[in-house]
Structures are given as structure tokens and as C-alpha cells.
């Protein structure tokens, strides 16, 4: 079964809304990089695409046939091609380039609209996860909401335990709230740790997020706020999963996650 890339890239920006979502310019959102076919028989999601990533891919492609007879290979990624900036096409650069030229590869990435996704994005699946109740949007940024909040049947302890089952990996707590109630709890994927006053502001009382600069752990205690960080990488692996499992239900393409975690 294989798929027109450009009809599933039209399915992606219809689904994401990608053209009305804000986001840094070097996310670049929406497709990166074409496939020489311009037919795809499979999904790859990931959420770097990284030289390690794309060394995966490619050799993913391979395994299963990846022929230009029965189509290529689509990585869809959360963090892109263009993440540190401009590049010129050597070393490493050069390297993803011919690797997905090779193995007829193309790349699709997308930052802040799969992470505000309200059922695919790295804060709704992450919601679901742990067992959030009724989860709404909230903090605004640039005339949307990045994150969500919503309550938590259990102690900080409880969260902390279910969070770390979620994204399978240590969560690093700081206890700053006066109890082991968690109160009002907030989401917001990735590296929004530096956020802590402006959550708190908005009346956050326990915030979940991936990762923080040293200083929100001691400002959090000073604002009387619980911060669980559970990892950059490991709160954003929902959404590429979450949409390359409704690309192979849609399409009937075969979906493969690669998981490289940086620990961070």
C-alpha cells in the first residue's frame, strides 16, 4: 500500500493547522525535505532528526524493502532538519542529506503544533497518560495555548509514581508545594521549566514539564510550587507516535517509532 507524499502532506497541514500556529523560525514546520518516488509505503516517526536518527531510518528502509517499486519512507519528527540554524551541507549535514537521498526518505517536522494537538499533541497524550481530569487549554503565547491543566485524583507522590510510568523514566521533583496536595496541576511538554512564575501566576499549582534551568528548581520553592521535570525528550515522544499511528490507521501504512533518547 503506498500513498501519494504530497496528498499526506495536505492530510498533515489539514490535521495540524500548522499555517495558523506560531513557532520559532527555525522549526520550519511542515515538509522538509521531498522524496525522490514522491510515494510513501511507510512512517517513521522519531523525535530528532538527528544524524543517529536518520542513520536508523535509512536502515529501516532497507530492511523492509524499501524498493522505489513499492514506494519510500516518510520520517515525520518533532524537532527538524534546521534545529540549530544555518548550516552549510558538510559533515554531519551532508551526511542526513545523502542518507535520506539513498534511501528515498523524506522529512516532515513538527514543533509546536503537534505539541498543542488537542488529540494528538505531546500535552493532550501525556494528559490522557497520567490521568488528568478534564483538562483544559491555558498559558497563552502568541494568541494560543501551550499547555493544559486540569485535576489530579491523588498526592504529589501519586503524580510523581504515574508520570514516571508514563514516559518510562525518572521524574525529578521539586517538592516547593506547602502539602502533599497537588492542586491545580499544568502541562507543558519540552523545556518550559523557565516558565515556572508566569505557570504559577496563572494559578498552577503543580506543573509538569520536561526540563528547567537550575534556577526554576529554587524559584519554584520560592513560589510554593511542585515542579516534577520529566525529561525534554521523554515528554515529547507522544505526538510523532500518536500521529504516525493515525497515518497508519488512515492510510494503511505501516508506522515504526525509533526511539533515541538523549536523557535530557
Given amino acids: 500500500m503506498t500513498a501519494g507524499l504530497q496528498n499526506i502532506v495536505a492530510l498533515l497541514e489539514s490535521e495540524l493547522g500548522s499555517s495558523g500556529i ?4 527555525n522549526a520550519l514546520n511542515g515538509l522538509q525535505l521531498e522524496n525522490r518516488s514522491g510515494e510513501i509505503s511507510r512512517v517513521i516517526t522519531a523525535v530528532d532528526a538527528s544524524l543517529p536518527v536518520l542513520r536508523k531510518a535509512a536502515a529501516h528502509a532497507g530492511e523492509t524493502g524499501a524498493s522505489h517499486r513499492d514506494g519510500g519512507t516518510l520520517l515525520l519528527v518533532h524537532h527538524g532538519l534546521f534545529w540549530q540554524g544555518l548550516q552549510a551541507h558538510t559533515g554531519a549535514a551532508y551526511e542526513k542529506l545523502r542518507l535520506a537521498h539513498e534511501a528515498d526518505l523524506a522529512i ?21 497518560a497520567i490521568g488528568l481530569e478534564n483538562p483544559a487549554p491555558f498559558f497563552a503565547w502568541k494568541g494560543i495555548d501551550l499547555g493544559l491543566a486540569g485535576a489530579f485524583s491523588g498526592g504529589v507522590k501519586d503524580l ?20 502533599d496536595a497537588v492542586g491545580k496541576v499544568g ?24 526540563e528547567g534551568p537550575h534556577w526554576s528548581f529554587p524559584l ?21 507516535r500518536a500521529l504516525g499511528s493515525e ?4 492510510l494503511s501504512l505501516e508506522h515504526h517509532f525509533i526511539d533515541h533518547p538523549t536523557g535530557l
Avoid at 506560531?22 to 523560525?25: A, G, H, I, L, Q
Avoid at 516532515?108 to 490522557?128: E, F, K, M, Q, T
Avoid at 519554584?220 to 521535570?229: P, R
Wanted: proline residues 5%; negative net charge; contains cysteine.
Fill in 22 to 25: 506560531p513557532d520559532y523560525p
Fill in 108 to 128: 516532515y517536522s513538527s514543533h509546536i503544533p503537534l505539541d498543542v494537538h488537542p488529540s494528538h499533541g505531546n500535552n493532550a497524550c501525556l494528559a490522557r
Fill in 160 to 179: 510523581r509514581e504515574r508520570l514516571a510510568r508514563a514516559v518510562n523514566g525518572d521524574v525529578h521533583l521539586c517538592p516547593g508545594g506547602k502539602s
Fill in 187 to 210: 502541562i507543558i511538554t519540552g523545556g518550559a521549566g523557565s516558565e515556572v512564575a508566569a505557570v504559577a501566576e496563572a494559578g498552577i499549582e503543580t506543573f509538569i514539564t520536561g
Fill in 220 to 240: 519554584a520553592e520560592e513560589l510554593g510550587i511542585n515542579v516534577l521535570y520529566a525529561g525534554h525528550y521523554a515528554t515529547e515522544t507522544f505526538g510523532v
Fill in 247 to 250: 497515518l497508519e490507521k488512515r
